[in-house]
């Protein structure tokens, strides 16, 4: 089974700075997606952003983008231009594309921002 | 649509009672995935449904827990003879086959329960 490691249980930035979360993952295919996911307090998980393993361009999305490494099986997220907003759970999730469609996820990193 | 939505968000029960959660689709969805999260850790799987079928069970889902998801629209989770180690959140998260493996997945707010 894949397994995800987020390494950072907690991580600080301050507001307008810039932070980065890591990932790291095991597996043996060669395809598959990477998802990073924000859980706010009380609320639900929402999709960051997503980068397809066969596409070697990091993806972007505003001020959030990632730098896959892929021989590495690293996929770190970061964050420019921090704001009170992103505070929150970040999780890192691995889904196969071969067997079912389930999103394993890491244990998270729980990003403060202060002011 | 408004979302996936879940009930109850909030549950307590005692210890050896039964317990059945609802999950409500994002209505073009045909893929259903049920999850496990305990305090500090992240969602694990239990469960997925295509359509009405379920496809896939995680190793998890003790003979306790059965889903279900009659005409491929809600589901529901049932837990049987509760224990204390069955407290966690239940999230319910969905999405669609049409955009294949890289497809976004919808997060319901979740059920909390507690067994006392």
């Known amino acids: 089974a894949q397994t995800v490691t987020q390494s950072q249980p907690e991580m600080s930035v301050q507001e307008a700075e810039t932070v980065t979360l890591s990932c790291t993952y095991d597996?043996?295919?060669?395809?598959?997606?990477l998802f990073w996911y924000k859980q706010p307090p009380s609320r639900q998980m929402i999709l960051v952003i997503r980068?397809?393993?066969?596409?070697?361009q990091n993806a972007t999305e505003n001020r959030f983008s990632v730098n896959f490494q892929k021989a590495a099986k690293s996929f770190s997220l970061k964050i420019s231009d921090s704001q009170l907003g992103d505070a929150a759970m970040y999780f890192c999730?691995?889904?196969?594309?071969?067997?079912?469609?389930?999103?394993?996820f890491g244990k998270g990193t729980s990003l403060l921002v202060t002011p | 649509d408004t979302g996936v939505s879940q009930n109850p968000r909030h549950k307590i029960t005692k210890r050896g009672q039964n317990v059945t959660f609802r999950c409500d689709p994002i209505?073009?969805?045909?893929?259903l995935y049920w999850y496990r999260q305990t305090l500090g850790q992240g969602p694990e799987f239990l469960t997925y449904?295509?359509?009405?079928?379920?496809?896939?069970k995680s190793r998890l889902l003790s003979d306790r827990f059965s889903a279900e998801r009659p005409k491929g629209s809600f589901s529901t989770l049932e837990i049987q003879r509760t224990e204390q180690g069955d407290s966690a959140m239940y999230l319910c998260a969905t999405d669609s086959t049409r955009r294949g493996g890289g497809t976004e997945a919808f997060f319901g707010q979740g059920t909390r329960l507690t067994v006392v």
């Open positions: 999730a691995y889904r196969s594309s071969n067997s079912g469609y389930a999103l394993n």
């Open positions: 980068q397809e393993a066969y596409k070697q």
């Open positions: 597996t043996s295919e060669s395809d598959y997606y």
């Open positions: 209505s073009e969805h045909n893929r």
């Open positions: 449904f295509q359509n009405e079928a379920q496809l896939e």
